[in-house]
């Protein structure tokens, strides 16, 4: 379980290819002292396994079912990305609980600058939109953000303050970029129990 709350950027130093799974080494001074084997991080919101610790990072292998659904596929060496470690029992809540189970992936219709932070205009998948409201929370490459408004019934409009622009892999976004969406887990779950009682 993860908040949302990104720890740090991270680079993809290497990249290994096998026949079912790809192995990506991460380079990232601030967490590779605080890693061990067999922890939880959410890359890009994606809840990975450390399977070896390195002198500045860590490495993670990536199955196929995530490649499928994640930005993963198309990690090259020099891609930053957002870090984030599990959370722990009796630590603030400073998001939304995040699974870290990514359930797609948004296109970003726009971006600009407003002032001093800027608007993000993305296409959710049909499945996440019905689970998201306007004020709502959701996750976009492991960072949790509020809805701002519903452009069109899969588009939603997000404001990005300064420190999250400066300090995640967002101020990156550009049209027509994919970036990985998590529906608010709450959303999901309401969602589910309706439809199971619909006759």
Known sequence: MFTGIVEATGTIAAVEEYATTRRFT????????????GDSVSVDGACLTVGEPTSDGFAVDVIGTTLER??????????????????????RLDGHLVQGHVDGLAR???????????????????DVAA?????????????????????????????????????????HAAAGAYLNVEADLIGKYVAKLVASRTP
């Open 26 to 37: 991460i380079e990232s001074a601030e967490l590779a002292k605080e890693v061990r084997p």
């Open 70 to 91: 994640t930005t993963a596929r198309g990690y090259d060496p020099g891609v930053e990305v957002n870090l984030e470690r599990a959370a722990t029992v009796g630590s």
């Open 108 to 126: 970003v219709q726009d971006v600009r600058a407003d002032g001093e932070f800027w608007r993000l205009d993305v296409q959710l998948p049909l």
């Open 131 to 171: 689970t998201t409201v306007v004020h709502g929370s959701i996750t976009l490459n492991g960072v949790s953000l509020t809805v701002s408004d519903f452009l069109a019934d899969d588009v939603v409009q997000i404001g990005i303050i300064p420190f999250t622009w400066d300090h995640t892999n967002l101020r």
